[in-house]
């Protein structure tokens, strides 16, 4: 019987221990690595013809690739580099602009790679840094750009900065480059402060001092193997600045930037206030991280080609949200806002204006995202009474009509690809995937064991992608794979495999390749302005100049279509100029004769 694949867990009393096996030459790697003349300065768009005269991160199209979920080329059950080499047609195919990897550097995978041990080496389990300039140079071939995960809030706990700052003990210059605080209580035994962790429960860990007694206790936002960096001390910038140049160096056309408003802390560590103002809350979004910003943004500035900055930005503020994206920051930024939104024409409509109203004045493109490996996927979350998505709110077993989520997730497709600005897809949404109720023996997500096990987590939407073929792994690893894939599929993947949708027009694979080459197609598509048409509230329609509109219907009942329309796309059938309940239409007008005279714009009573 093969094995499941996957790292062992970690053990818990991992933190008293120094881990022996680091070498000088670790300790050392991340500020003497040697740079190889060859790969430096490499060009992050050789060969990609500029479709039009703005940058190409304005309206790109985006795909986000889990990698140890993806495609396992030497089948140990773990998705790697070779898999996702292999699989580049199929992204070309597909339409996308851009690649983004979810962290692929050397994790002991505490939290699906997010734990970084070494910035500037690839896991073994994934390739090696190799195989990683090879991809980028393979996908640009193929058109397609290449966007790197950079996690700066946070190492691994066996990055050897926190290895080394164990060892050295309390008071140590090794020590500042983290958070390490003595207690609170008389014996030091409660925690410095009252914050709660990202992923719940407590953000500090006691460490144990050489002597064996207990210590001091250093920060963690996520969980104890994610020691936070201190963005105060001068290594920490150096080194995440010269990472930002390892990467491009090597040709990435952009990093992501992980939990990028939560890197710099107020280092009185006072208790969060009950109603913080603006900039005021001790860990999120201090104004400080301004500054970092503005140095990242000189360095990708200073590389040929458009380099992009993409922040994970959490905040329920779009103005403060909208600060990060000043023309001397970040390029973009997620936008979650929408993402987080109910299948509600009003709601999706009023975060469609909030969102074009906060980018407008700081001329940075909106970014549209209907999910990422952290949240519930489309189709499950229009499937349940409760659309909307919270980490909070996740559990395990609700009701979920993933017929109505899958109708509805083909119509946010279309509603999200002609929207103004960029794009992002998650892997497998294009195959319509839904979330999977993964077996408790089989979770490895920190967030399920920190919640106390109430919360599913998010190894449901990291599933390994099903490719082809009637039983798992679904062409996921090749045929005498020497493990299963690291997370079991559900047998009804069968109908939902790339193969399969590939050869039914009708398919989810299939609209979205349809929809991505119209909008690469079409001029009003992308970038620009957008202009709502008069519609009853539950219809979301709008034109994107004068030759291209679109309809979404969220109501419950089929509404008539402009009559002179021609249809580009559509997300169900239309029948009798109807538009059925939960579907999105795209239509040309007929110029001729104007659709709707009584056009509106954003902002217009009604
Ligand atoms: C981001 C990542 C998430 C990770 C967390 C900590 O939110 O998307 O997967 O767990 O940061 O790095
Ligand atoms: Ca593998």
Redesign the pocket.
């Known amino acids: 019987m093969p094995t499941r694949?996957g790292r062992d867990r970690r053990t818990p009393d991992w933190i008293a221990q120094t881990r022996t096996d680091v070498t000088e030459r670790e300790l050392t790697a991340t500020t003497t690595i040697a740079r190889s003349p060859s790969v430096l300065q490499r060009p992050s768009d050789a060969g990609i013809p500029p479709r039009h005269d703005r940058p190409w991160w304005r309206d790109a199209v985006i795909y986000e690739v889990y990698v140890r979920s993806f495609a396992?080329?030497?089948?140990?059950?773990?998705?790697?580099l070779?898999?996702v080499r292999a699989r580049l047609p199929y992204l070309r195919d597909l339409g996308v602009d851009a690649i983004w990897f979810t962290p692929w550097y050397v994790s002991p995978m505490a939290d699906g790679g997010y734990d970084v041990a070494d910035y500037r080496a690839i896991d073994p389990?994934f390739g090696s840094l190799a195989e990683a300039e090879q991809l980028i140079a393979e996908a640009l071939e193929l058109g397609i750009r290449t966007i790197v995960d950079i996690v700066p809030n946070h190492v691994s706990d066996r990055h050897p900065w926190f290895v080394a700052a164990l060892a050295a003990g309390p008071g140590s210059p090794e020590r500042d480059r983290f958070w390490f605080r003595p207690g609170s209580g008389p014996d030091g035994s409660e925690p410095p402060t009252g914050w709660v962790s990202e992923f719940r429960g407590i953000p500090w860990t006691r460490t144990t001092d050489p002597d064996g007694r207990p210590g001091d206790w250093y920060l963690h936002l996520f969980t104890a193997e994610q020691p936070d960096l201190n963005w105060e001390h001068p290594d920490v910038r150096a080194e995440h600045e010269a990472i930002l140049r390892f990467w491009f160096d090597r040709g990435a056309a952009g990093v992501r930037i992980d939990s990028a408003a939560l890197l710099v802390k107020d280092p009185g560590m006072p208790e969060v206030p009950e109603d913080p103002a603006p900039g005021g809350h001790p860990i999120h979004d201090r104004d400080a991280l301004h500054d970092i910003y503005r140095e990242w943004r000189t360095i990708a500035d200073g590389y040929p080609g458009d380099r992009v900055l993409v922040g994970e930005v959490w905040l329920a503020d779009v103005d403060r949200f909208a600060r990060y994206l000043r023309p001397d920051e970040l390029h973009t930024a997620f936008n979650f806002d929408f993402m987080t939104q109910p299948w509600d024409a009003r709601r999706l409509r009023a975060s469609i204006d909030s969102t074009l109203a906060a980018h407008g004045p700081v001329d940075a493109p909106a970014t549209w995202v209907l999910s990422n490996h952290d949240v519930t996927r489309p189709v499950t979350r229009y499937g349940r009474q409760d659309s909307s998505f919270a980490f909070a709110r996740k559990r395990f077993g609700a009701p979920t009509d993933t017929t109505l989520g899958r109708r509805r997730a083909r119509a946010a497709a279309l509603l999200t690809a002609a929207l103004p600005g960029s794009l992002y897809i998650y892997q497998g949404d294009e195959l319509g995937l839904d979330e999977v109720d993964v077996p408790l023996d089989e979770i490895q997500d920190p967030m399920h064991a920190r919640s106390g096990g109430v919360d599913p987590g998010r190894d449901g939407c990291r599933v390994p992608l099903p490719w082809t073929g009637p039983s798992a792994p679904f062409g996921f690893?090749p045929r005498g794979a020497t493990a299963d894939a690291w997370l079991s599929q559900p047998a009804h993947w069968a109908e939902l495999t790339a193969s399969r949708q590939e050869s039914d027009p009708g398919s989810m694979l299939n609209l979205y390749r349809s929809a991505l080459r119209i909008r690469r197609a079409e001029p009003g598509l992308g970038d620009g302005p957008l202009e709502w048409l008069a519609s009853p509230p539950d219809i979301l329609a709008f034109a994107r100049g004068k030759d291209f509109i679109s309809i979404t219907n969220l109501s419950s009942a089929a509404t008539p279509l402009p009559p002179n329309g021609a249809i580009l796309l559509a997300s169900a059938e239309v029948s009798e100029g109807h538009l059925p309940p939960d579907a999105t239409v795209w239509l040309r007008p007929d110029r001729d004769e104007p659709t709707d005279p009584a056009r509106r714009v954003p902002g217009d009573d009604r």
């Open positions: 694949g396992d080329a030497n089948g140990d059950g773990i998705g790697d070779a898999g389990a690893s």
